[in-house]
């Protein structure tokens, strides 16, 4: 379809220009189509103090403290006893539903200023910077969000659609994608999987800087339109914290009909031949549809391959039937062969290898070499 290019396109955002998660709606629609021109970005004025009237000020640093642990039940409570069409109130109630659910004083006060009935459902830290994550249960879409906490500006969401819009400048430059978008048209940048834990990549940087991985699907239009493919951005933060910008790592393509590597007894530990820039989907069996039951027994050698997404749940059959499968999709990014284990429990880890080879102009497909 497209030549897969990695590279480099740097966006060089002043502090001032983001937005942070609080005061934002639900994430409802991806970045506008068209991307203003660099120029049109806004700069930052030396000559006052900038303070967008919609980013909350947070005083005091974030801490695990602010993680509250609420459960469908107290979902449901909360839908139950808050009424959504006063949303002066909905806040107020959301709090005092959390305060009877047990949640700390910490986790009380940093779920008001979200801007919206939300929860800190996990916390992670990430070297001079933390990333929060975070359960919107009002959203009808995009209910899960990553905030990167604890830095300079003290808040980001990594969603914010005046950040995926300026982002998204970048990815004009890209030969990937710009192939994409000729098939495409209406291509954007949507939100990426924030549910999972085991992401975003977190990586040390030189002087005590970090590197924060995020990806953001390729779609076009709409929620359920098919996912093309991922952009991949490092958030760059220096050891103080100080976010110095985004940065276009690479775009990876889903292939069409592309198939699903399966863990059975005869495919399990296969190598998986694809190309660098491609996507790959491994299907793992499960014995309780409700949960999740891999985890990765290794951690990836992410120059190579990263991890786009799994799914928690397996997904239900084509008849509606309980799931049997847990999927985990990943993205070949660099040239090489690679192993990519997984654990269940006290089981033996299976291990696929994948082989990524530099692809040549024109189509190329990802498959699962017979063994």
């Given at each position: 379809?497209?030549?897969?290019?990695v590279?480099?396109?740097?966006?060089c955002?002043a502090?001032?220009?983001?937005?942070?998660?609080?005061?934002?709606?639900g994430?409802?629609?991806?970045?506008?189509?068209?991307?203003?021109?660099?120029?049109?970005?806004?700069?930052?004025?030396?000559?006052?103090?900038?303070?967008?009237?919609d980013?909350v000020?947070?005083?005091?640093?974030?801490?695990?403290?602010?993680?509250?642990?609420?459960?469908?039940?107290?979902?449901?409570?909360?839908?139950?006893?808050?009424?959504?069409?006063h949303?002066?109130?909905?806040?107020?109630?959301?709090?005092?539903?959390?305060?009877?659910?047990?949640?700390?004083?910490?986790?009380?006060?940093?779920?008001?200023?979200?801007?919206?009935?939300?929860?800190?459902r996990d916390?992670?830290a990430?070297?001079?910077?933390?990333?929060?994550?975070?359960?919107?249960?009002?959203?009808?879409?995009?209910?899960?969000?990553?905030?990167i906490?604890?830095?300079?500006?003290?808040?980001?969401?990594?969603?914010?659609?005046?950040?995926?819009t300026?982002?998204?400048?970048?990815?004009?430059?890209?030969?990937?994608?710009?192939?994409?978008?000729?098939?495409?048209?209406?291509?954007?940048?949507?939100?990426?999987?924030?549910?999972s834990?085991e992401?975003?990549?977190?990586?040390?940087?030189?002087?005590?800087?970090?590197?924060?991985?995020?990806?953001?699907?390729?779609?076009?239009?709409?929620?359920?339109?098919?996912?093309?493919?991922?952009?991949?951005?490092?958030?760059?933060?220096?050891?103080?914290?100080?976010?110095?910008?985004?940065?276009?790592?690479?775009?990876?393509?889903?292939?069409?009909?592309?198939?699903?590597?399966?863990?059975?007894?005869?495919?399990?530990?296969?190598?998986?031949?694809?190309?660098?820039?491609?996507?790959v989907?491994?299907a793992l069996?499960?014995?309780?549809?409700?949960?999740?039951?891999w985890?990765?027994?290794?951690?990836?050698d992410?120059?190579?391959?990263?991890?786009?997404?799994?799914?928690?749940?397996?997904?239900?059959?084509?008849?509606?039937?309980a799931g049997?499968?847990?999927?985990?999709?990943?993205?070949?990014?660099?040239?090489?062969?690679?192993?990519?284990?997984?654990?269940?429990?006290?089981e033996?880890?299976?291990?696929?290898?994948?082989?990524?080879?530099?692809?040549?102009?024109?189509?190329?497909?990802?498959?699962?070499?017979?063994?």
């Amino acid at each position: 379809m497209t030549r897969i290019g990695v590279g480099i396109g740097v966006i060089c955002l002043a502090v001032g220009s983001y937005v942070s998660a609080y005061g934002q709606g639900g994430q409802e629609a991806p970045a506008k189509q068209n991307a203003p021109d660099a120029s049109t970005a806004p700069q930052k004025d030396k000559s006052k103090k900038e303070g967008p009237a919609d980013e909350v000020k947070v005083a005091k640093k974030v801490t695990v403290n602010v993680v509250f642990t609420g459960d469908t039940k107290f979902v449901d409570a909360v839908k139950a006893n808050c009424d959504e069409s006063h949303a002066d109130k909905l806040q107020d109630c959301f709090a005092e539903e959390m305060k009877k659910a047990g949640a700390t004083p910490a986790a009380v006060e940093f779920s008001k200023q979200l801007g919206e009935p939300g929860f800190v459902r996990d916390f992670r830290a990430a070297g001079p910077v933390d990333i929060a994550y975070v359960f919107y249960p009002y959203r009808a879409n995009e209910n899960q969000s990553w905030l990167i906490v604890n830095g300079t500006p003290p808040i980001i969401d990594v969603d914010n659609s005046k950040l995926v819009t300026i982002a998204a400048r970048a990815l004009k430059n890209n030969a990937s994608y710009a192939g994409l978008a000729r098939a495409h048209p209406d291509l954007s940048p949507w939100p990426g999987d924030r549910y999972s834990t085991e992401i975003p990549d977190i990586e040390m940087g030189a002087n005590g800087g970090v590197h924060i991985i995020v990806n953001y699907r390729l779609r076009e239009k709409c929620h359920s339109c098919a996912v093309l493919g991922h952009a991949w951005y490092s958030f760059e933060f220096d050891a103080k914290g100080i976010f110095a910008g985004a940065k276009l790592m690479a775009i990876s393509v889903a292939r069409d009909k592309a198939p699903v590597v399966r863990a059975t007894g005869k495919t399990a530990g296969a190598t998986i031949g694809t190309s660098v820039g491609e996507e790959v989907t491994i299907a793992l069996p499960v014995k309780d549809a409700a949960g999740s039951e891999w985890i990765l027994a290794k951690a990836l050698d992410t120059a190579k391959v990263r991890l786009i997404e799994h799914s928690h749940v397996a997904p239900p059959s084509g008849t509606g039937a309980a799931g049997t499968e847990e999927l985990w999709k990943f993205a070949a990014l660099g040239a090489g062969t690679t192993p990519i284990a997984f654990q269940r429990g006290a089981e033996k880890p299976i291990t696929f290898r994948v082989a990524m080879r530099n692809r040549a102009a024109g189509p190329s497909g990802s498959s699962a070499k017979k063994q």
